[in-house]
Nanobody, 123 residues
Framework: QVQLVESGGGLVQAGGSLRLSCAAS????????MGWFRQAPGKEREFVAG???????YYADSVKGRFTISRDNGKKSAYLQMNSLKPEDTAVYYC?????????????????WGQGTQVTVSS
């Protein structure tokens, strides 16, 4: 069983940066691929970025070049560095884990979810 806890959200001005963290419990973190998703009010939860067991990374087109996903297996954590933030990045951000060396973009494919952290970007 894996439990995930996100942190690092907050209020930032457009053009600013935030770094989200996702801390995992359990001994098998290195066998999980990790994803970051976000959900804005009235919208569906959407894929933002993912990193596989072998550390291959994937991004939604809307965040390519601005966001960077990483992982530290020793710390059992995943991170999302968000730069050049825009008001449309405002959402609750969730991390999720899926067993195996692949990064699906569908929420239904993930086994474990965190509680989310709010990111608000003001214009």
């Amino acid at each position: 069983q894996v439990q995930l806890v996100e942190s690092g959200g907050g209020l930032v001005q457009a053009g600013g940066s935030l770094r989200l963290s996702c801390a995992a419990s359990g001994r098998t973190f290195r066998s999980y691929s990790m994803g970051w998703f976000r959900q804005a009010p009235g919208k569906e939860r959407e894929f933002v970025a993912g990193i596989s067991v072998s550390a291959s990374s994937y991004y939604a087109d809307s965040v390519k070049g601005r966001f960077t996903i990483s992982r530290d297996n020793g710390k059992k954590s995943a991170y999302l560095q968000m730069n050049s933030l825009k008001p449309e990045d405002t959402a609750v951000y969730y991390c999720a884990a899926v067993s195996g060396n692949y990064v699906p973009s569908q929420t239904s494919r993930y086994d474990h979810w965190g509680q989310g952290t709010q990111v608000t970007v003001s214009s």
